[in-house]
């Protein structure tokens, strides 16, 4: 699937099978797929469909079996275990389902992770982080722990840790799949407001419809490849539309 | 049941590694235990068999005194008792031979009745004539075959001792005669000198009864004479062997007690570990009873395993042991004639009971886990509690009001009665004052880490904030890792300053102004003619004749108290200076500390000895081992050396040795050499040389103690791995996050073993914070067990050692988990919460 902005990533018939038993199983099935940059897309897909393989392929986490992945112009899986981490590291932001902070470390920690990890010294960075914390809402939350934040704080302090590096693209899992609909609802706003004021390319997955309505273009992943006339852009995407599609394909 | 095997099965499967190490400690703590006791007990055999060899079989030894040795009567008097079958005399007088080449042999004289020797077990003929043939030629003598080799002699050579003519009848392949190594076997009639002058005089008796020895030995003394079994060692051991002996079972113990910590240790996190999943099973309908069954399942495979393994594991180290030379009581080969089953099946028993008992706590544990907030999805954080970061006062506390108590113990009861109590104290406080450091070490690893975390991201750079902050916030889960360092390298720290306390014992006896000393052996017939010369030579500031005498158990030392009180080199205290003047003026004796805790003697009170004049008591003036140079034995007494002569007679070969101490000005090497050219072929030996021989003698006997650290070692580092391997389950999640968030393969690795580094280092810290007084404690209770004269000397080069070495493990076991991790699936592990 193209797009007419510059390609920030892009995969050209992506294939990835799993070894079961004595078959072998596609997950992925020819994926060929571009976002650009500053573009939000969102992902949708039926359990099961690859919705989460193809996170993991653009991230640099699982090697396709056949296919490229250019990720900023290189070619991801060409490049070796050790560069691929370090394009990841300037590239990509994560925010995860399950939220996965560290629980030992309070939420400004937590916050900076990314840059103790990338050898930088953030102590000198405290008031921004406090702003991105404020940005998200938990400017008042700065030294608590993550065992006593909620569903909807947790996942806010994970969005601000995948911004803390400025990456240029986000990438973001089920975020509102383990929150409420009203906090859903505020993380999604919050998403909305990154992609407009940082200009940040976001891939985003979910399952539900008027999630998936917020973005420039909507994607539908079954049975591991994207479907003809299943791609939703610009005045196209809203949430009529992408029910009569999920419908169309049986979702 | 089912349930119980299923699970049981399925953890050896999936966390086989975990399992296999755990099991191994055991195994390694138990090979320990088995190879010390097996070891130890066929030591015994092997040693009881070859002292019982190597003296002849009577059942006791008359010395009699010089007034009745002259006389006819005494035999005869001696075969009229009731229940003795047989009586016959021995003398065994040293002395010594030249050969036509210049060599001195120093040889025992042996006279006795030919026709007796054989029946008394006391030599095995190889070649020539038997004892009792017709046709012998006059003066015969029989010689070892060895010395007949090296001398080049052979049956019908004559042989000249001292100024006696003989001829070799035959030659000897075996001797059972105690200590006497070269002896020159003749005819009792052969004497020429009478009786009385002999001064290795003694009678050996058969007895009707062997085992009633008592009313004759009680009947000799009555008599004015000694009368005592023959030497054997099973019922003798020397307090060194003892302390020895003790020694490595304790550390044999403690092995085994590693062994089980990490068991436990294991367990106890295993719980931790797998609370969601034990959670989840709960969930699912399985009871308490079934999660409880599975557990104790686990541990009984574990320590069955692993006491099976051990036991044979330790059965082949004994072998290899014996092989090698590596005893309980030093350096000797021993045969591996018997396993002592009984005392390995008890520990092996008490091994697997106490692991089952171990599995308690995490049982309870297990079912105290509050299944539905553990199922929530934030799992069950652990707050802790104000009361609970300070609980780590209430043991500190006892083990100050204990400590405090145990000082009060010297006004509180008497001396004697007291000891026992205040070792319970001292031990109870000890263990206050662990589980005060375990509780301690969560706090001291968070507050060190913070501290190294801010001081080494200065220093070095960010990259170094991550491991510190990590260990900082986990000290509660990385506590378990240190605790376990902390015990394991306290135990060795424990164990090698004992060892080197002991080892420091035995140099210190010979250390003494050693290096200045020239030892001289001279030929027996020229002994008093060559001291003249010495001691008319500028070079010679002083000359110690030194005379020997056994008295088994007994070792009589004579030397001249006024040469002692010369000795340039050595400075005496008042007390000793006192003492020496006392010997030389009137009777009195000086007792080294183990002659002294063997004789059950004090500085007033008297010791009695058999002399030639009958039975007599002189006085302990001193009890002191600053006279260890005179020979390498611990258990002797010193006494005047003119008076070794009245008392026991003229004794030719104790004249065969002096201490030669060079004047100021002239080296000791000088000193040998003038000797060497003055007095060949006498043998002489600086005591620099003799002094290096005697410490590598001693550290080829502790070499068994070093054998047994090494297996600690390997232990600690298997407790470190198991502990980081749970510990990197736990962090799977944790470590994946960060390789998602742009960490490294090899930026990850260092990070891990980093955090293993700082855990070494709290672990080493806190293992000398206990070591130190556990240390203290072994040290004092060995010292009264064993009564050897011990000084706690802890020392600073063997505690930078240890911590070194406790680092390096730490180091080495943080390296696998940091690899598995590095190595795992990021995207599998971020997937589920």
Known sequence: ?251 | MKLAFFLCSRNWRSRRTRQLTSTLGVALGGALVTAVLTMDHNTVIFKASKERKKYAEPDLEVFPTADRAASDELPKWLRSLPGVEEVTPVAMVPVSWGDRRGNTYQLTQVLAELDRVEAFQACVLDSGWEFTATGLPESPVWITKRMAKQAKLDVGDSLQLEDQHFVIAGLLKKLHLGFHQEIALTDWSSSRTPVSQWKGLRYWLRLDDPQNTDGFVRLGKAEGFLAQPPPTVGTTDTPEDIAMRNGLTICALLGLALGLFIVLHTLLMTVSERRREIALLHGLGATRRQISGAMLWEALVQSLLGTIGGVGLGLALAFVCGKVGISSIGAARYPMVGVPWTAVAVVAATGIVITLLGTLAPIVAARRLPTARILSPMGLETRRSKAATFRWLVPLGLAVVLGILHFLMNWLIEERAAHLARFALQLASLLAFATSLVFVAPGILHGLSAWAGRLLQRWRGPQYHLPFRNVSTQGHRNATAVCALMLVFASIYCMHTLTECLKDEVRTLGRQAMSEMVFVHHGAARAEEERALVREMPEVATLLAVQNETRHPLVIRGVDPHSLLDVPSIELSSDERNALQGLAAGEGVILTHAMADRLQLRVGDDWEVSTRHGIRRVPVRLVSDRFGYLRPDRSYVLLDGARVESWFGENRGSKTWSIVYPSPGTSSAALVEMLQASLSPARIVDGTTLFRKRVWNIDVDFLVFDLILMGAVVLAGLGMLNSLMIHAHQRRREIALYRALGMTREELVPMLVREGTLLGIAGAGLAIVLGLPSSWLAFDALKKVSGLNLVYRPSLGWTLACVGLCIVVARVASRHPARTLAGSNVAEELRYS
């Open chain 1, 1 to 251: 699937m193209m797009t007419d902005r510059d390609p920030i990533v892009c995969l050209q018939d992506v294939r990835v099978t799993y070894s079961a038993g004595d078959k072998d199983l596609e997950v992925l099935e020819g994926i060929d797929l571009e976002l650009g940059a500053g573009e939000f897309v969102s992902l949708m897909g039926q359990s099961g469909s690859g919705k989460s393989t193809l996170l993991n392929v653009i991230a640099g986490l699982l090697p396709p079996t056949t296919g490229t992945v250019t990720l900023g112009g290189e070619a991801l899986y060409a490049l070796d275990d050790h560069q691929r981490t370090l394009l990841r590291r300037a590239h990509i932001g994560f925010v995860f389902q399950f939220f996965n902070l560290v629980p030992s470390l309070d939420v400004l920690e937590n916050v900076a992770l990314p840059l103790w990890i990338a050898g930088e010294d953030p102590q000198g960075k405290e008031a921004e982080h406090r702003e991105l914390l404020e940005m998200v809402g938990l400017g008042h939350r700065a030294h608590h722990h993550p065992s006593e934040l909620s569903g909807g704080e947790l996942q806010r302090v994970t969005l601000a840790r995948a911004l803390v590096t400025k990456p240029p693209l986000l990438l973001a899992d089920e975020p509102t799949g383990n929150v409420s609909a009203k906090m859903g609802l505020e993380i999604l706003e919050l998403f909305e407001r990154v992609h407009r004021e940082w200009n940040q390319t976001i891939l985003l997955v979910t399952h539900n419809h008027r999630d998936a309505a917020r973005a420039q273009r909507v994607v539908f992943l079954n049975d591991g490849r994207i479907p003809r006339d299943s791609v939703l852009t610009g005045t196209e995407v809203d949430e009529a539309r992408i029910l009569s599609v999920l419908q169309k394909l049986e979702i």
